[in-house]
């Protein structure tokens, strides 16, 4: 059993038979990302039968990059051998860390090398977590002194494929008992399963919900995310703003910039067509390319020309992390060939 998959609460009643003081215990060394050999005040007979039976650091940083720009990417091992990708990016107002949900992805963007070799599985709320605990400790941090302050699903994977996992680890981080990261502190990235973005605002959590639209043509967002197919962009506008309806949050549209697939004036003026009247914000974000896709970033004057045609509050993303495979996936694509080979 990975123990992080459990509150404090859950973790005294399967504990049932320890004292609830040594629970929290426990409970306290795990959210702060060590391992059963660590555990000092917990008694070693306890520890060896909690190590035989249990996973205390179900995600370990395998590989560290750090790009130039002071982004940082990490490479996690998973208990069974997969691995996913994060990224920590540092700003003044404190330090954001982008966590993945899946190993690989299923959606088929376009765009993304998460998807390339297809969904592999879920991860549990633990393991979305254990990135989480994992970075925060190799910062320095702890629970009263956190070095994460943000956190980003929008790292490999589908949040809201996920979405069960997805609803526990957001639970979980935001337990007064553990990190207690605030709901408002979290941005969730979609490419729009409607039904999902309604269970999600149904819940209240006041996350801040971001949508991958890439196009505002529903033929066009077809080639570009193919699951549009199945979710058309009229629902995923719709099921955006009931979450703003029912949450009060702003939304964000996500809009990658692909030299001649969506950065016309036409996509531009259709945009903002589409987003007029909504509480949202236009993320715009130049192509970070993938080697095994044929697609271009638009160019930086182009990309400037788009955002004065919207009529909706945008910005265009700074670019990071490029020299260190900052998009989903490639990290992780490459390291694995790399070691197959």
């Known amino acids: 059993m990975i123990l992080l998959d459990n509150s404090l609460l859950q973790l005294t009643e399967i504990f049932n038979e320890v004292a609830p003081y040594k629970v929290k215990q426990l409970y306290s060394w795990l959210v702060r990302g060590y391992d059963f050999d660590e555990m000092t005040d917990l008694s ?14 179900p995600v370990v940083l395998y590989r560290r990059f750090e790009s130039k720009d002071g982004t940082q990417k990490f490479l996690y091992k998973l208990s069974d051998g997969n691995m996913v990708e994060g990224v920590l990016m540092q700003y003044k107002y404190g330090n954001t860390l982008c966590v993945s949900t899946q190993v690989g992805c299923r959606m088929g963007c376009k765009f993304c090398a998460s998807t390339l070799q297809g969904l592999v599985r879920n991860l549990t709320a633990g393991e979305i977590l254990g990135q989480v605990t994992a970075v925060n400790r190799f910062m320095g941090g702890d629970v009263k002194e956190r070095q994460i302050t943000n956190i980003v699903l929008m790292g490999s994977g589908e949040p809201l494929d996920n979405f069960d996992n997805t609803v526990k680890f957001l639970q979980l981080v935001n337990d007064k008992q553990g990190l207690n990261i605030s709901m408002r502190n979290i941005s969730l990235s979609t490419c729009g399963i409607p039904e999902k973005i309604i269970a999600l605002a ?20 077809c080639q570009i995310m193919p699951i549009s197919e199945r979710y058309p962009l009229t629902s995923v506008v719709e099921a955006a703003k009931y979450y703003f309806n029912k949450t009060g949050r702003r939304i964000i549209f996500e809009y990658v910039l692909i030299e001649g ?9 259709q945009l903002s067509k589409l987003t007029r009247g909504m509480s949202c914000h236009v993320n715009l ?24 045609k919207l009529g909706v509050s945008n910005t265009i993303r700074r670019q990071i992390g490029v020299d260190i495979e900052g998009a989903c996936g490639q990290l992780r694509r490459r390291i694995m060939a790399d070691e197959s080979n």
Not at 261 to 269: C, G, I, L, Q
Request: overall charge neutral.
């Open 44 to 57: 070693k007979e306890w520890r060896l039968k909690l190590a035989d039976e249990h996973i205390a650091c």
């Open 202 to 221: 149904d819940l209240n959590y006041q996350v801040n919900l971001t949508v991958s639209l890439h196009s505002p043509f529903q033929q066009k967002r």
């Open 261 to 269: 697939e969506n950065d016309s004036e036409e996509d531009a003026k």
């Open 285 to 308: 974000i130049n192509l970070n390319p993938v080697k095994e896709r044929n697609l271009k970033p638009t160019t930086s004057d182009n990309a400037k020309q788009f955002a004065k």
